[in-house]
């Protein structure tokens, strides 16, 4: 009964049903590689110093995160002198570097300590005509060479064909056909680079790479372009991907990555796989990484938003605390957060009752009345939430009038 945990999360039990589950086809370990100190760092506008992305690494770390993606080499020296430090950093993690189809790329990747490589080369069909003018037999031909080449460096090699989502069926088969005769890599990726798949294309994508490569792994990466990043992961987990690509709070190009915290709650809670992340200090994480890129938390953002678990209704305000699993998904103590009963126009009596025991105030009937209702006027004329101070000064002038 994965859907419930007494005190922890309280699911749809229908995720428990077996017509559901059979739909599930799941790896026997689904692995997390987080890309956020290099495709969220090409989050326009952000740029991490070498200690940010060594801080960052040590976060990824301690919430039990199994590959990071320390960087491309080729952006930078500083790029490169990153991901040696995070390499010789003895974390759990493995480290990986994300290079080009070049020997020049994975030689430096090897020099520089990584486990593996995520070599990219495109195969999107826009790309091969417009930006590249390759036929499918060029890539193929690449993408051999520099195979063969990072596995004789001892490099596990992922193969990246970008923008595999908009590829030529044919262009996709021939590539990966001419690679299992000639150059298999460890394994290969589904990269949803225009974020424009439904769940069930992913799904028959990685079916299709399976059965093509006699069950290589398979990694999927997303973009958020339609706002499925994270239902696109999580249906390639169904389907049998042996790993998710991520970004902590959804950093990346134009819309961004699949939300690294929202991908492992939905890999814990929903799907039942039995990774073991902190997942109590994600929110932690999620607020560093938010200050060190400048991109700011949208406050109702799933398991990191300040105001996720915060109630303006009066309806069932008691519960907020007191039985928080009753409104909400997941108790907030999980992420160490608690519930929050917040005032403004859509308070009730109980919300003002809970803010005069809370403050150690007494109030007659009638003068709750009115300090609601003066409570829910102000709530409308500034168009937010009141603070403790605004409503103890109502409070003030109620008594002072009555």
Not at 2 to 8: F, V
Not at 128 to 142: H, I, P, R, S
Request: proline share 4%; aromatic share 6%; net charge negative.
């Amino acid at each position: 009964m994965n859907y419930y945990s007494e005190n922890k999360w309280w699911a749809s039990p229908f995720n428990e049903e077996k017509e559901v589950r059979a739909q599930l086809q799941m790896a026997k370990q689904v692995k997390i590689h987080d890309a956020t100190l290099r495709d969220g760092e090409q989050t326009p506008g952000v740029v991490f110093s070498i200690d940010d992305k060594v801080k960052i690494a040590e976060m990824l770390n301690e919430i039990g995160v199994e590959r990071i993606e320390a960087g491309m080499p080729a952006v930078s020296s500083d790029d490169a002198k990153a991901i040696q430090l995070i390499a010789n950093r003895g974390l759990n993690a493995d480290v990986y570097a994300f290079v080009r189809a070049m020997h020049k790329d994975i030689e430096v990747a090897a020099e520089l300590g990584a486990k593996g490589v995520i070599i990219e080369i495109p195969i999107g069909y826009p790309k091969l005509k417009y930006q590249f003018g390759w036929t499918w037999e060029d890539v193929a031909a690449k993408s051999i060479d520099c195979i063969n080449y990072a596995k004789s460096c001892g490099l596990h090699t992922v193969y990246f064909p970008y923008d595999t989502t908009r590829a030529r069926a044919e262009d996709l088969e021939n590539v990966i056909n001419t690679l299992m005769r000639e150059a298999v890599p460890d394994s290969i990726g589904i990269v949803d680079t225009m974020g424009c798949a439904l769940p069930e294309t992913i799904q028959y994508l990685v079916r299709k790479l399976k059965r093509l490569t006699d069950g290589l792994p398979v990694e999927v990466h997303t973009h958020n372009d339609f706002g499925m990043e994270v239902a696109t992961e999580l249906a390639g987990i169904a389907a049998g991907a042996d790993c998710v690509h991520s970004c902590i709070n959804g950093l990346g190009e134009r819309t961004g990555n699949a939300a690294l915290e929202e991908l492992i709650v939905g890999m814990k809670i929903l799907m039942g796989l039995p990774n073991e992340y902190n997942l109590r200090i994600l929110p932690d994480v999620c607020e560093k990484v938010a200050q060190i890129s400048g991109i700011q938390l949208a406050p109702n953002k799933p398991v990191s938003g300040i105001r996720n678990y915060t109630r303006e209704s009066g309806i069932g305000i008691n519960l907020v605390q007191e039985k928080p699993l009753a409104m909400f998904a997941t108790d907030p103590a999980l992420y160490g957060k608690s519930g929050i009963i917040a005032l403004g126009k859509k308070s009730g009596k109980a919300s003002v009752e809970y803010f005069l025991d809370k403050l150690h105030l007494e109030a007659t009937s009638d003068e709750i009345t009115e300090i609601l209702a003066r409570v829910k006027s102000m709530g409308q004329e500034e168009k937010r939430l009141l603070t403790e101070e605004e409503f103890l000064g109502i409070y003030e002038s109620v008594r002072k009038s009555a």
